[in-house]
């Protein structure tokens, strides 16, 4: 681990545990696990903007529910270096801009708490942040004595991100933070967060579905496919030639701007519920380049010339 | 355009909220030709789901029609009964809603769901009805359509569900389907499977498409004419890659700009300042003045009408439309 | 958990427009209350001025059984006549009211106070703890409130044997009614605080380095004392027909106190000689309050119910 490195995810597995239940017990059935995340390593360097990109069931919200703490790993270590001494400070921002906001709180209270409860500030100190910290998020002072239904998804996303600077954080995870927002919105919230990054050194997880979105805002990214990293490695490399056909697969996927190519380019199949059993690779089922081996054995992951890591038998070029 | 399929002239919906009166859809007008796909763009709020429900008669109360003509092959179905609108919807009209879960019903097979409808719709038989279900199964790309059949809906994935939902809204074959949607509760790698399912009944049927959409890059793959619609208004309407290549009205524009599309780049993206309306607040003028850079007096006390450009193929609404589309 | 940021008050309507306008848009609920706050005020005036028709002193046996004043023989110093004791009927409302309602009140506060921590507790905690407290209240919901409250009754009356005051019976119906309803307070707070615990802010807290019971205290239990409240005023209802039961039976509020309960079942001996005003009083009285109450109830569960929420 070097001084550089401001997150490791060492090993880190979740299962889940399937209860039985009343009548599956009575019909002799045991709760089966998933593991919505298996083995997954990965380092976030001081400063940067680590994309972390997959689809629905991928296992890339729980993981970063672990990194906040919020839910502790089954398995493996994660650590969090903190920059002067104090304990490393974390803050999150979650998708849903309504359900993330206490509706009962005034926004100046909602985002002095970090400030409260780390004793950042003190007095009237306190209430001078918060007008601070809205202006900086681009809402005013006097927001801060309304509540959170007066605002609009989009605000409320910017109180959110308010919250989040108040504890001063030394690690930021962004869960999906513009999902729910319009198109005109998403890219005032993309370029506020691009804006705070460059300006306040944050070093972040920055967590999709939406791969444009991540080669806009990410330095680096991981790929993550039913629990597992399947490719990691520097966002423009990773876009210009990816490894694993599963990353070509979803760059291609998504219907870019252009009307003269109006081609689709559809997954074949269907992504196989969480939990099903795969003895080899899991993309091997919807792989165009699969053969025997991938149905049978599980690749490594291996490192390649650029820097980038990817869990393939038969990497694109 | 008196070959039309479908017109719709000057549709208003309005909603009482305690003593004030709301409008929804205010003026919307536009018509879609027989076998074509006609994109219907725009934010939440902008009325985009609303046009379509109230073309099929689905819109919940409060909201109701207050105005307009809808006119389906020449027969006006605005005028008609709740009794024949019934008919007219499933049978002439398919309809494709955004969540597969809610849409099939979760105690009856996928083959009771199709065979249903296709009887109620169709004049054959039921053995008749079972052998097209199973062909439709198989035409909307599921593997082993005739086990299909006794499948429930939970025992599908939400793409597989998306499927057999397009062939319930296409197996009674309407001459226009309407899907609300249809790709924005899937993942990435099934949206684009969905989308080739119906560019491939389209072609194959013929059937007319009112796709409504938020994604932009979903228009540009699949829409012949697009409509940008804004607070309850046409903004611009007009074949896809004209409007996508040379918007003309600042929305359209500052919609791509604002959209996060493959290869755009970092410093291109470019926000459009503050937010949609209310419907409570909607501007006087044209509504989308106070977030126009182009704005002026006339903007803002007048609302613009629906013109036409380039004779006739295209539409805008903006007394100062873009040149050269930035 | 120091002070908020003192609030500058937003620009809203005065309080009284906004009352008048709430009024104007629900008349049932408005009537509902405008009766309830005036029995309530009658429960609570009247007994600071008229002398206690119980107090032995005060009453003359020589004006039992006087009809209301509309009927012959009726007299203006009674103005709904008297009982088979000489007490003023109308006096004897507003004290067994004012005795009904302070064991309704205190009953709810008691079911509210167990109920709440124990579904609090329970929602938050899960596990073990959240097992063992539902599986107590489901064992406890096997009998009727009002079967529970005569057991605690009992058991309380033979440990104290017979040499308890009317205090003391007051107090031993308050908590047995109270006691009796912790369960529908403790399941509604476990299954809202089910709701609200896996809400995003909650996770924002703790991911902030909120302590427990700061999250539940400060963050939950304002989300969910909507519909708590709401079941509140409904029992107030039902807590004072409970006490009015257990007293008609005899087991509640002694006969020497007026409760609704004991008026009416005092009343109760008359009705068939012709004295129908003795029980017909506090009967009546009895509906009118819990029927305001109830439609009040029901007026804030359409208020807050949280399909409605956000639509406005």
Not at chain 2, 98 to 110: E, F, G, H, Y
């Amino acid at each position: 681990m070097s001084a550089a490195d401001m997150l490791v995810v060492d090993g880190v597995s979740k299962v889940f545990a399937g209860e039985a239940g009343f009548v599956g017990k009575l019909l002799g059935r045991s709760g089966v696990g998933t593991r919505a995340v298996d083995e997954v390593s990965l380092t976030i360097r001081r400063g940067e903007m680590f994309g972390l990109v997959g689809e629905s069931g991928c296992g890339k919200s729980t993981l970063a529910r672990m990194i906040a703490g919020l839910t502790p790993p089954t398995q493996g270590q994660i650590a969090l270096t903190g920059v002067s001494g104090h304990k490393p400070r974390l803050q999150m921002i979650f998708q849903d801009p309504f359900s993330s906001l206490n509706g009962r709180w005034t926004v100046g209270r909602i985002v002095a708490e970090p400030i409260r409860v780390h004793g950042l500030r003190e007095g009237k100190a306190v209430e001078a942040r918060v007008h601070e910290l809205l202006e900086h998020v681009g809402l005013s002072a006097a927001d801060a004595y309304k509540y959170p239904q007066e605002f609009s998804g989009g605000q409320r996303q910017r109180i959110s991100i308010a919250r989040a600077l108040a504890g001063e954080p030394d690690f930021l995870v962004l869960d999906e933070p513009t999902s729910a927002l319009d198109v005109s919105v998403q890219a005032q919230i993309l370029k506020l967060l691009d804006t705070l990054q460059s300006e306040l050194h944050l070093t972040s997880l920055f967590i999709t579905h939406n791969l444009s979105i991540v080669r806009l805002m990410t330095d680096r990214l991981a790929v993550m496919y039913l629990g597992r990293i399947v490719e990691e490695g520097p966002t423009e490399q990773l876009f210009r030639s990816p490894r694993h056909p599963y990353t070509r697969l979803l760059m291609d996927a998504a219907p870019d701007l252009d009307t003269e190519d109006r081609s689709l380019h559809p997954i074949p199949g269907d992504l196989p519920k969480p939990g099903t059993p795969m003895p080899g690779c899991r993309f091997a089922n919807r792989c165009p380049r699969a053969a025997d081996l991938c149905k049978a054995q599980e690749p490594a992951m291996t490192a390649g010339e650029g820097g980038e890591r990817f869990r393939c038998h038969f990497p694109l070029d | 355009m008196s070959a039309a399929l479908l017109e719709v002239r000057d549709l208003r919906v309005e909603l009482k909220r305690g003593k004030q009166q709301l409008t929804a859809l205010d003026g919307i007008s536009f018509a879609i030709a027989p076998g074509e796909v006609l994109g219907v763009v725009g934010e939440s709020g902008a009325g985009k789901s609303l046009t379509g429900a109230a073309i099929i008669d689905l819109l919940v109360p409060p909201l109701k029609r207050t105005g307009g003509e809808i006119v389906l092959s020449g027969r006006h179905l605005d005028a008609l009964s709740r009794e024949d609108m019934r008919k007219v919807r499933g049978r002439r009209i398919g309809f494709i809603a955004q969540d597969p879960m809610t849409s099939l019903n979760p105690v009856l097979t996928i083959g009771q769901q199709l065979v249903d409808t296709i009887v109620t719709h169709l004049p054959v038989s039921k053995e008749e009805a079972r052998q097209r279900a199973v062909r439709w199964i198989a035409r909307v790309g599921l593997s082993d359509p005739a086990r299909r059949l006794d499948q429930y809906p939970h025992q599908l994935s939400g793409g597989m569900r998306q499927r057999v939902v397009i062939a319930l809204a296409l197996c009674a074959e309407p001459e226009l389907v309407i899907a609300d949607e249809p790709t924005t509760a899937l993942d990435v790698s099934v949206q684009a499977h969905v989308l080739q399912v119906l560019r491939d009944l389209h072609e194959e049927t013929g059937v007319a498409v009112m796709l409504i959409t938020h994604d932009l890059g979903v228009i540009a793959k699949m829409a012949d004419r697009v409509a940008v619609l804004y607070a309850g208004r046409v903004a611009e309407i007009g074949p896809t890659s004209e409007v996508l290549r040379t918007p003309r009205h600042p929305y359209t524009s500052g919609l791509m700009r604002a959209t996060v599309a493959p290869g755009l780049d970092r410093k291109a993206l470019d926000p459009i300042p503050g937010s949609m309306p209310n419907l409570s607040s909607i501007p006087p003028g044209c509504a989308f003045n106070p977030r126009c850079a182009r704005a002026t007096a006339e903007c803002r006390s007048q609302r613009p009408p629906l013109v036409d450009y380039r004779d006739g193929a295209g539409k805008h609404a903006c007394f100062h439309p873009l040149e050269d589309g930035r | 958990m120091s002070a908020v940021p003192s609030p500058a008050t937003p620009a809203r309507p005065s309080a009284v427009l906004r009352l008048f306008e709430a009024a104007k848009g629900a008349p049932g609920p408005t009537l509902a209350a405008i009766v309830g706050i005036l029995l309530a005020a009658f429960a609570f005036i009247v007994p600071l001025f008229a002398p206690d028709p119980f107090n032995l002193a005060s009453t003359s046996v020589m004006d039992a059984f006087t009809p209301p004043m509309w009927m012959a023989d009726g007299s203006k110093v009674f103005p709904l006549g008297t009982d088979d004791q000489g007490r003023n009927m109308l006096t004897a409302l507003a004290f067994g009211l004012r005795t009904s309602l302070i064991v309704g009140l205190a009953s709810v506060a008691i079911g509210l106070l167990v109920g709440g921590a124990l579904g609090l507790t329970a929602g938050f905690a899960g596990g073990w703890v959240d097992s063992l407290i539902m599986r107590v209240a489901d064992v406890q919901l096997a009998y009727p409130a009002l079967l529970l409250a005569m057991i605690i009754d009992g058991a309380a009356r033979s440990a104290l044997g017979q040499q308890r005051d009317v205090k003391t019976a007051i107090a031993i119906v308050i908590i047995s009614i109270g006691v009796a309803f912790w369960v529908q307070y403790a399941r509604t707070i476990r299954s809202s605080v089910l709701v609200e615990r896996d809400q995003d802010y909650v996770a924002a807290a703790r991911v902030t380095g909120r302590s427990a019971l700061g999250i539940v205290v400060l963050h939950i239990l304002p989300n969910v004392m909507a519909p708590v409240l709401v079941i509140a005023t409904i029992n107030l209802g039902v807590a004072i027909i409970t006490e009015a039961t257990l007293s008609f039976l005899g087991i509640g509020i002694p006969l020497t106190q007026p409760s609704l309960g004991t008026l009416i079942r005092n009343g109760n001996n008359f009705l068939q000689s012709g004295e129908w005003w003795i029980a017909v009083w506090p009967c009546a009285l009895l509906i009118a309050f819990v029927v305001s109450v109830n439609v009040l109830g029901d007026h804030l569960r359409d208020v807050f119910n949280p399909r409605l929420r956000g639509r406005s």
